[in-house]
């Protein structure tokens, strides 16, 4: 049997070595698009700020860890699948056959409509080629302007920010990382950056980019911000053209079942390109973090050697580090029609919580500085504990969230070795 992986990131570097270890005897191929080893593009932040090498970044040390497993690394970009001959046309002319596919294409930068974006000057955070360009650029005093406050945009912002940049952060959205905080938390996380001294724009969009030295972006304001690196971090999208160009059916991602196949049999998909069901939510989502890359990398892997297993649920969850205020995202942190909700609010200490419920289930979360909570947090979200009178008890006190864990999820699990 052979394997072709397209995509070397976590989700796939994970898969390969799934399917080698539960199928020695198959043949396995990972084919990359970048001139680099496998490396996690979550740890480019921690490159920019000097805490590792770019070989810190790298998802295996060890430069025969793939030869000595037997999987095949290529180089080259996939242009289009021939599903029907199970062949995969390179950019290059070459052709990869495969009796089982697996697309961890990954996600690509979004390029806002901006005049301008085009400058020499403007930049994305993506790629090593693009950490080593800004790394050039963002040196002590430059000034910079990062374009987006979302979860990547923050921990981007971070890393520019322990470099000593005079640091200007610009989000169209009424608060910070809006797509995994409501206005409270978000906000909480606003003042946080301004107290240590990063200027913070939300409600405001960039309408031009002037090229030039030093570059100018004219506000929504009306104001205009000078420049000498501009960092477009305004979110990401799944790369799906290869699939949907294939015929294989696709939404916001690649549309999988349980077993992360497509809907064209013995083609998988895995991570941020992937749209799966989840059955908590109960509509389909594409959830593009590394955890999520790693348990769907594994699951398809397992079935692509014919090894049954299931994922129904797509794990929603974000910690965020931002210049040292810890925060946390779960499930649906934005609530459902018809739900109630509790808030603990301390603006002076940075601290906040809001639990969201439906019925009485706790179903997602926003916390900022409440670490301890997190563990239980996840577990109350993640298997759906119901929590009968706790619910009124958390409502009063969102903070009694182990006493909750302790009285209803140990208590409902003895029920079901019980039954």
């Not at 990954?106 to 085009?118: E, F, L, R």
């Not at 000057?121 to 000034?143: F, K, N, S």
């Not at 210049?323 to 946390?328: D, M, Q, R, V, Y």
Request: one cysteine or more; a negative charge; charged letters at 20%.
């Amino acid at each position: 049997m052979k394997h072709l992986i397209i995509g070397n990131g976590p989700a796939g570097v994970i898969a390969a070595e799934t399917i080698v270890g539960h199928a020695p005897q198959d043949q396995v191929v990972l084919l990359g698009d970048e001139p680099e080893p496998s490396y996690s593009r979550m740890a480019i932040p921690y490159l920019l700020m000097g805490n590792i090498t770019e070989q810190g970044t790298y998802l295996r040390k060890d430069p025969q860890h793939f030869s000595s497993r037997g999987i095949r690394l290529e180089h080259g970009r996939a242009r289009s699948i021939d599903t029907a001959a199970s062949i995969v046309h390179l950019a290059d002319g070459r052709g990869l056959s495969y009796d089982r596919l697996l697309l961890a294409t990954g996600s690509s930068p979004v390029a806002p409509p901006i005049p301008g974006m085009d400058s020499p000057g403007v930049h994305t955070c993506w790629t090593m080629e693009d950490a080593r360009r800004i790394m050039q650029l963002a040196q002590p005093g430059a000034r910079v302007v990062q374009m987006g406050a979302g979860f990547i945009g923050c921990i981007i912002m971070e890393a520019l920010a322990a470099r000593g940049v005079d640091l200007s952060v610009i989000e169209m959205g009424d608060r910070m990382v809006p797509r995994m905080m409501g206005a409270g938390a978000g906000n909480m996380i606003k003042a946080w950056c301004q107290h240590k001294g990063i200027k913070v724009y939300t409600s405001t969009r960039v309408n031009a980019i002037e090229p030039g030295t030093p570059l100018r972006l004219t506000l929504s304001s009306g104001e205009v911000v000078e420049a000498d690196l501009i960092i477009s971090a305004t979110g990401v999208k799944p790369q799906i053209d290869i699939a949907r160009d294939s015929g294989i059916h696709c939404k916001d991602g690649i549309l999988v079942d349980a077993t992360m196949q497509s809907s064209v049999p013995g083609i998988y998909a895995a991570g941020d390109c992937a749209e799966a069901f989840d059955q908590a939510t109960g509509h389909t989502v594409v959830s593009a973090i590394q955890p999520n890359a790693a348990e769907q990398g594994r699951c398809a892997g397992m079935n692509m050697v014919g090894r049954a297993l299931r994922m129904t649920d797509v794990p929603q969850i974000n910690v965020l580090d931002t210049l040292g205020l810890i925060s946390t995202s779960f499930g649906r942190w934005d609530g459902v029609p018809g739900g109630e909700h509790a808030e603990l609010i301390d603006v002076p200490a940075f601290r906040f919580l809001r639990l969201e419920f439906e019925g009485d289930r706790l179903i997602g979360s926003n916390a900022v500085g409440h670490t301890q909570h997190a563990g239980v947090l996840r577990g109350l979200i993640s298997q759906r504990v119901r929590l009968g009178a706790w619910k009124d008890r958390l409502k009063e006190d969102p903070t009694r969230l182990m006493e909750a864990y302790i009285a209803c999820a140990q208590q409902q699990e003895v029920w079901r070795h019980a039954s």
